[in-house]
C-alpha cells in the first residue's frame, strides 16, 4: 500500500502551480511508493498571486496546511523569484532572498522548519521553464533579463493566465528533472531540499 504525502503549495504566480505539482509527483516516484496531493490551500487566485502576497500570507497558510488534524498536510512548500542574477559562487543573493522570506514565516517558520520547503528562481521560474523547453547551458539564463525571458517561453511579453498555464504544463509534461538539476543553480537548490525530505519521509512510519 503506498504512503500518502500531503502538501500545500504557495507561489507568486500561475506558472508555479503548473511546473511544481509534476515535479514533485515525479521526485515521489523517484523515492518509493509515495500517493502525492496537493492541498486546495494557497493565495486566492483572485487576489492575482504576488511576490508581497507571498511574504504576508506565508505564514498563515502554512500554519493552516499543518492546523487540520483530519486532513493532516505533511509538506510546506513556498517561494518566491529572485528577480536578478546570481553570480557569486555560494548563491550569496539567492540566499539572501531565502533568509527574507524565512524572516517574514517568523516563528512559524522555525516551528515547522522541518516540514518547510522554500525555493528562489534566480531571475523568475519561467528561467526553469526554458530550460525545460530547450537545451541550453548550464546557467546562461542569469545574465539574461527575465522579460526576455518570458517572451521566450511564452512567445510574448505578457501572456494572460490561461497562455501561461497551457505552455508551462506541456513543458512539464516533458521536462528531464534531473537534467533542469544541472542546468540552473537555483532549481537543484530545491531539488536537493525536496530529495532529502521525501527520502526521510519514506523511512518513517
Known amino acids: 500500500m503506498s504512503k500518502l504525502l500531503r502538501y500545500t503549495l504557495v507561489s507568486e504566480g ?6 511544481i505539482p509534476p515535479y ?4 515521489a516516484k523517484q523515492i518509493g511508493d509515495l500517493q502525492v496531493i496537493r492541498t486546495t490551500i494557497q493565495i486566492a487566485i483572485t487576489k492575482n498571486p504576488s511576490v508581497s502576497k507571498v511574504l504576508q500570507e506565508a505564514a498563515l497558510l502554512c500554519s493552516r496546511s499543518f492546523a487540520d488534524d483530519r486532513n493532516p498536510c505533511h509538506l510546506f512548500i ?7 542574477p546570481d553570480f557569486t559562487d555560494d548563491l550569496e543573493v539567492h540566499d539572501k532572498r531565502l533568509r527574507e522570506l524565512k524572516v517574514k514565516m517568523g516563528k512559524v517558520y ?3 522548519e522541518d516540514r518547510t520547503i522554500l525555493y528562489v528562481p534566480i531571475q523568475a521560474i519561467d528561467c526553469w521553464i526554458y530550460y525545460a523547453q530547450h537545451n541550453a547551458t548550464a546557467n546562461s539564463l542569469e545574465s539574461t533579463g527575465k522579460e526576455e ?3 521566450k517561453v511564452y512567445g510574448e511579453k505578457n501572456p494572460d493566465r490561461q497562455r501561461i498555464e497551457k505552455v508551462v504544463r506541456e513543458a512539464a ?8 538539476a544541472k542546468q540552473s543553480r537555483s532549481f537543484a537548490h530545491f531539488h536537493k531540499q525536496v530529495t532529502d525530505f521525501l527520502e526521510q519521509y519514506n523511512t518513517t512510519q
Not at 24 to 27: E, F, K, L, V
Not at 78 to 84: E, P, S, V
Open 78 to 84: 513556498a517561494g518566491i523569484d529572485l528577480d536578478k
Open 173 to 180: 509534461a516533458k521536462a528531464d528533472f534531473s537534467k533542469l
Open 14 to 19: 500561475f506558472a508555479e502551480y503548473q511546473f
Open 24 to 27: 514533485i509527483d515525479w521526485a
Open 149 to 151: 525571458t518570458k517572451k
Open 110 to 112: 522555525r516551528l515547522y
